[in-house]
């Protein structure tokens, strides 16, 4: 099992760890707060609870063709002047991949509307974002100790955690400009220099005091991620989650407006 990171200096942001609210208690405590929170009872209903682990993606999806980020030693190979990696590769040779854990070792990372669209009749999508504008979901299957880079999305996020543990380090959204975020105009806008384990003072000196928590989401468990909340996340454990990102307020806007337009836009 991966080291969880150690004697974080304790937080002012407390995360709620709460069976899943009604919809008018959620968006009031949580979606317009901009408040991130861990719904406890949710995954443990699903199909996929029990069902859902390396082998059954083997068994019954390994010739299905997979996304994957490709690995390299601890963490997601990825270049700031070009973001993440992406192969496609049959899901029992990305499985391979990931339990072998060499160098180019896969993390998969599948947009299911796209690669396995079955696989959703294994989960009760949230009311919280079912059928919302700009909604999408994703399948994250990983090995032990395998990190993802610091960055924020502008969608909501809801990330259920099937299998294993995560360990996320979130900043809120005023913190980009501790965090040195990346211009608009680069390649990753969305993403920092900082590496959350270890801020480094000399390059990255407001890094060091920038108001953050450190959360660990255990299986059976879903997070509320608010939209522009940043976010660096190690798995503890071999992993298995799907997420739902949706577009919510200003964004949700957006789309309503490039929908009438008849333009594609997702957030
Ligand atoms: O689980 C991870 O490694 C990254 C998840 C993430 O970035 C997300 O859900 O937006």
Redesign the pocket.
């Known amino acids: 099992m991966a080291q969880a990171i150690g004697h974080d200096a304790p937080s002012d942001i407390v995360i709620d760890r709460v069976p899943a609210p009604s919809q008018a208690e959620f968006e009031r405590r949580y979606l317009h707060a901009s408040q991130p929170a861990i719904f406890t009872d949710v995954v443990p209903r699903w199909k996929a609870w029990g069902r859902w682990s390396r082998d059954y993606f083997r068994q019954v999806w390994g010739k299905h063709r997979a996304q994957v980020m490709l690995t390299s030693g601890r963490n ?1 190979q990825y270049d700031p002047n070009r973001s993440y990696a992406f192969r496609e590769m049959p899901m029992g040779e990305a499985l391979d991949r990931l339990e072998r854990g060499s160098e180019d070792g896969a ?1 998969l ?1 599948l947009p299911l509307e796209r690669y396995l669209p079955g696989l959703l009749d294994d989960v009760e999508v949230p009311s919280y974002c079912n059928a919302r504008p700009g909604f999408r979901t ?1 399948l ?1 299957i ?1 090995a032990a100790d ?3 880079p610091l ?1 924020r ?1 502008f ?1 909501e ?1 809801l ?1 259920a955690q099937v299998r294993g543990t ?1 360990q ?1 380090i979130l900043y809120p959204p005023e913190a980009a400009h501790s965090l040195y975020a990346f211009q608009r105009r680069s390649p990753v806008p969305g993403f920092s220099p900082v590496n959350a384990e270890v801020p480094d003072p000399v390059r990255f000196p407001r890094s060091v005091d920038a108001r953050r928590v450190v959360v660990t989401l255990h299986a059976g468990e879903m997070l509320f ?1 608010p939209s522009r909340w940043w ?1 660096q ?3 503890i454990e071999p ?1 298995l ?1 799907i ?1 739902f ?1 949706w577009a919510a307020g200003v964004y949700e806007k957006i789309i309503r407006v490039a929908e009438r337009l008849g333009l594609k836009a997702s957030v």
């Open positions: 997601v993390y990372m994703r994250w990983n395998i990190g993802t960055h999305d969608s996020n990330i995560k996320l991620l976010h996340v190690r798995s992993s989650n997420n990102w």
